[in-house]
């Protein structure tokens, strides 16, 4: 009689092929020498875990479980039963104190093998928010540590770390990688970031896309004096309302460019862009810094236009609806005084954002007490309405290089390096050290689970 075992090969030889061709365990095994075994290297065990997280990446403990369910042994060669915690403790271990070299040199070969172009990178941070109690993390400055910062999903109470990613315009393949700890500040890495892909790049000039935080005087002047090229949207706060509303939207050029959701529609249906240029200064911090001056690209986009003007006409019909209604309450039991109609017209225009454009008075009835009247001032909401759909980037990049149209196409680009961080992040269960530990008898709360003592990927 003729037994038959059933396992699920999935994606695994795909990912066995590429790991051969990125060279993953021979680069391993070269910088972390020392973890050969009687069966297993510790870059063969590194490739076993990169299969798992590509497979099934819901756990990070128990992989033997996987592997014996999975055609991890006839692909890779490895029995499932060597998969054990201890054994994948081990080589994480070895290589948390070289992990930015293990993946640059991973992120060389697969330009190198794979012929990615690296003219144009685009980089960004995320936050990962992180369950659980860490009271014995180590206070090794080298390795990140989790702990409370800015999260990215706004889960404050919470503690997290940190990732940085960089992958290229070309099909969005991530070359570059870091960790960072939960506090870290983000505007603070991206010199950091900037000198690590250098060096993946080579020789080879690169153009650096970034977010609004890339954009500070310390940021931009370290980037000049490298000479290094970049773009980045400059933040809300930067720019005043006023320069927005002095432009001629006539004078702009519109760009030949047609975002991928826009792409099956009519032509009058399509998301416009127009681009116009000046010069964005930055002053230092102190007097006797240089004032910066940087290519400034100014964007009109309708599509943004449209979603400013809903969102300005649905935060009016709230206000106007909870003005009502405090206008008909007004002297009666809970608005007897001025002071207290006051204080609730500011909470009002607070949480609406109407504070700009609401115009109010109270008048006093010897009968009825006081009353409410109110309206919204029409030059302030055309005010408003004048700068919608206008945001600006900071360009360094020759404009031989690039025109205004390009910079934003390049910019445009930016939305891969988000795509990449989708496809890993997602709730992942870990127990400190991946030490042994016996299966819990039932399913445990997220807030029971601790957390790794060091992050080292």
């Known amino acids: 009689m003729t037994s038959v075992v059933e396992k699920r ?46 497979t099934s990446p819901a756990p990070l403990v128990r992989v033997g479980d996987w592997a014996r369910t999975w055609a991890v042994e006839e692909v890779f060669g490895i029995e499932a039963g060597l998969l054990n915690d ?4 081990r080589p994480l271990d070895a290589i948390a104190p070289h992990l930015e070299k293990v993946a640059g040199t991973v992120g060389a070969r697969a330009i190198a093998e794979f012929g990615i172009d690296t003219a144009r990178l685009h980089w960004d941070m995320t936050s990962m928010s992180v369950h659980g109690a860490y009271p014995e993390q180590d206070q090794d400055e080298q390795y990140p540590l989790i702990g409370y910062g800015r999260p990215k999903d706004r889960r404050f109470e919470l503690k997290q770390v940190q990732a940085g990613l960089a992958v ?25 970031a ?23 005087y310390r940021n931009v002047a370290a980037l ?6 970049f773009i980045a949207p400059v933040p809300a706060a930067q720019v005043k309302d006023e320069v927005y509303a002095a432009l001629d939207l006539a004078r702009a050029q519109v760009v030949d ?24 200064t930055l002053a230092g911090p102190r007097k006797r810094d240089p004032v910066l001056r940087v ?11 449209k979603g400013q003007q809903a969102a300005r006409a649905n935060r009016l019909a709230k206000a106007s609806a909870e003005l009502d209604k405090l206008v008909a309450a007004a002297g009666g039991r809970h608005y007897k005084t001025r002071e207290k109609i006051a ?115």
């Open 86 to 89: 201890d054994r994948l403790a």
């Open 295 to 305: 290519r400034r690209i100014l964007v009109h986009s309708t599509a943004h236009a």
């Open 224 to 229: 000049l004096q490298a000479g290094a090229e």
């Open 194 to 216: 900037m000198r690590d892909l250098s060096q993946l790049a080579g020789e080879q000039k690169f153009l650096m896309v970034a977010d609004s935080k890339l954009v500070s």
């Open 257 to 280: 460019w047609v975002p991928d959701r826009d792409a099956g529609k009519p032509a009058d249906q399509r998301e416009v862009y127009q681009v116009l240029e000046d010069v964005h």
């Open 9 to 54: 090969l999935g994606a695994l030889p795909v990912a066995a092929e590429f790991l051969r061709r990125l060279d993953v365990a021979g680069i391993v095994d070269e910088i972390c020498p020392g973890g050969a075994s009687a069966h297993l290297t510790h870059g063969q065990v590194i490739e076993a875990m990169v299969a798992n997280r590509l």
């Open 343 to 457: 204080a609730r017209v500011g909470v009002i225009a607070a949480r609406r954002r109407v504070v700009s454009c609401l115009r109010w008075h109270i008048t006093e009835y010897e009968a009825n007490g006081p009353r409410l009247h109110w309206h919204f001032g029409q030059e302030a909401l055309e005010a408003e309405a004048a700068v919608d759909g206008w945001y600006a980037l900071l360009a360094g990049i020759p404009r031989t290089k690039a025109g205004p149209a390009q910079v934003l196409i390049h910019y445009k680009g930016q939305g891969t390096v988000e795509w990449r961080y989708h496809d890993f992040k997602r709730p992942t269960r870990g127990h400190p050290g991946l030490r042994p530990a016996q299966p819990p008898r039932r399913s445990p709360d997220p807030g029971d689970l601790p957390g790794p003592a060091r992050v080292s990927a």
């Open 168 to 192: 290229s315009a070309d099909g969005g393949v991530p070359v570059h990688a870091r960790v960072f700890g939960g506090g870290a500040a983000e505007a603070s890495q991206v010199v950091g």
